[in-house]
């Protein structure tokens, strides 16, 4: 196995740089749409002069550190914005992956919830040691020891996350027991028509009318999910790394992310994106 063999070379076994190209331009459209996405819904109006959020990051770093974020808030967005689509482009990707790392990490100031922040700066930090992330979108396949290192620890993140993500659901009684889903779809289908934004959630009406409520029937088939989740964030990370179980792996992960991101659309879309695109990291063959 590649991965195995790249560990015992000391990261000297060559591997196809087309991999990280691939994820490179993965990478750089998953953050366009996001950072796209967060010019909408008031993202444009954050930190204007008597906001809520200006007043929050007044308290939290001070007056004179709050204003000069603000001033630097609307042009971080613009330059941002361009450099992912550049990154997704290949041009000047180098700089490009600075720019938008420093954009995205610039979000880990005001958002309450910066997890998908922190996920991105962490897969973005494997691409920037990566030795060739080419230029356009061409990508090369000539075998190369350039991206081996890259490939590798972009590997062992996405395991990482997987894993810990398992373990988190097997310590939680509420989501081993299938009570946490029962609970969200069924609080959803009633008060879905009340939400802010109503795209904000995308759960499809079978599942609304047929697993919308909380009786022991919805509960064990929320359970039997819950189990199957668990169970695809353990064996994930090797089925893709053996060739001949990774077809089955990408459909796996494919369903499962696409089930994830209808309950979260716009909190999971980088989180989803950016895990599916690590998917090639876990092949060395030409795609």
């Known amino acids: 196995?590649?991965?195995?063999?790249?560990?015992?070379?000391?990261?000297?076994?060559p591997t196809d740089p087309g991999r990280l190209q691939l994820f490179r331009i993965v990478f750089g459209a998953v953050l366009t749409l996001r950072f796209a996405l967060s010019i909408g819904q008031g993202g444009w109006n954050r930190l204007t002069p008597g906001s809520l959020s200006l007043h929050l990051a007044e308290q939290r770093f001070g007056t004179t550190k709050a204003r000069l974020l603000a001033a630097w808030y609307r042009p971080a967005l613009i330059i941002r914005s361009a450099a992912a689509l550049c990154l997704t482009a290949g041009l000047a990707p180098r700089v490009s992956l600075l720019l938008v790392l420093a954009g995205a990490a610039m979000e880990l100031l005001y958002l309450k919830s910066p997890n998908a922040i922190r996920y991105t700066l962490l897969t973005g930090s494997c691409l920037l040691v990566a030795g060739d992330l080419g230029h356009g979108l061409t990508i090369d396949h000539s075998p190369t020891t350039a991206n081996t290192w890259a490939q590798c620890l972009l590997v062992l993140v996405t395991t990482d996350i997987y894993w810990n993500s398992a373990w988190q659901?097997?310590?939680?009684?509420?989501?081993?027991?299938?009570?946490?889903?029962?609970?969200?779809?069924?609080?959803?289908?009633?008060?879905?028509?009340?939400?802010?934004?109503?795209r904000q959630f995308?759960?499809?009406?079978?599942?609304?009318?047929h697993l919308g409520n909380l009786t022991n029937r919805d509960i064990y088939v929320w359970r039997l999910v819950a189990i199957a989740v668990i169970s695809a964030e353990i064996a994930l990370p090797p089925a893709l790394l053996i060739p001949q179980t990774m077809p089955y792996a990408v459909i796996a992960g494919i369903a499962m992310h696409t089930a994830f991101t209808c309950l979260k659309p716009r909190q999971l879309i980088t989180f989803s994106g950016?895990?599916?695109?690590?998917?090639?990291?876990?092949?060395?063959?030409?795609?």
Not at 3 to 12: E, I, K
Not at 274 to 287: D, E, I, Q, S, W
């Open 1 to 13: 196995m590649w991965f195995f063999d790249a560990l015992a070379a000391g990261f000297q076994h």
């Open 169 to 198: 659901k097997l310590c939680s009684p509420q989501f081993r027991t299938g009570l946490y889903l029962a609970q969200w779809v069924h609080t959803y289908t009633q008060v879905r028509a009340q939400l802010p934004y109503p």
């Open 202 to 209: 995308a759960v499809p009406g079978v599942v609304r009318r």
């Open 274 to 287: 950016l895990t599916l695109g690590t998917y090639f990291a876990f092949a060395t063959t030409p795609v």
